[in-house]
């Protein structure tokens, strides 16, 4: 059975002395294709009350003005596994739990191929002369090569290290406090002249 991949986004704000809450996000299969049509069932654990909502044509679905507390969600779609996200805690004036935990077994929740790397582009350009020297021997030549790397001198950024970690928490509620570092490697050397004399008899 195909799995439901949830994504949420929570928050709160305050207005004319009352607080309430909004849960939104998106729903994609596994390969990232977003779903319209999923039924999302919204529940307060603490007050047993439900709220339902449906998807959009973008995989979208929002349920505002809900009190604060705690919260799970449960996305149902004909021929998918139905999916259960819980531990979604709604704070006066915070954000929680912005990002939702991958399904059991599942590292994220990303499709595949979202990320394009910055690409390469190079020249490289050799010329070469022969000079014949008759004076020193018939068939002996002096030879001149002038060899240039990368010519245009463009930078080539190398891909994110994939090692490294951009979410910290060891739970649902943990707040997203770290970030991922990208290191400005590059996958080309800088421009590399190069010139030689080969003198053949």
């Not at 939104?24 to 339902?52: F, H, K, Y």
């Not at 995989?59 to 531990?87: D, H, K, N, W």
């Not at 010519?151 to 190398?158: I, K």
């Amino acid at each position: 059975m195909r799995l439901l991949i949830v994504g949420l986004l929570a928050f709160s704000s305050a207005w004319a002395q009352q607080t309430t809450a909004t849960i939104a996000g998106t729903i994609s299969d596994e390969s990232g294709a977003v779903l319209p049509g999923v039924q999302v069932t919204i529940t307060n654990t603490e007050t047993g009350i439900s709220r339902a909502v449906t998807t959009d044509e973008r995989g979208y679905y929002v349920a505002p003005l809900l009190p604060v507390g705690s919260y799970q969600t449960r996305s149902e779609l004909p021929g998918f596994q139905t999916a259960v996200q819980t531990g979604l805690t709604l704070v006066v004036g915070a954000l929680a739990n912005a990002f939702a935990p991958p399904q059991p077994g599942l590292i994220g929740n990303s499709g595949r191929n979202i990320l394009i790397g910055p690409g390469l582009l190079t020249w490289d350009f050799s010329i070469g002369k022969q000079f014949p020297l008759q004076f020193i021997r018939e068939d002996a030549t002096l030879e001149f090569r002038a060899e240039a790397f990368n010519v245009t001198n463009h930078v080539n950024y190398a891909n994110p290290d994939p090692r490294q970690s951009f979410f910290a928490g060891t739970s649902p509620n943990d707040p997203v406090v770290a970030s991922g570092t990208f290191s400005p490697r590059t996958k080309t050397p800088s421009r590399q002249l190069q010139f030689g004399l080969r003198l053949s008899f």
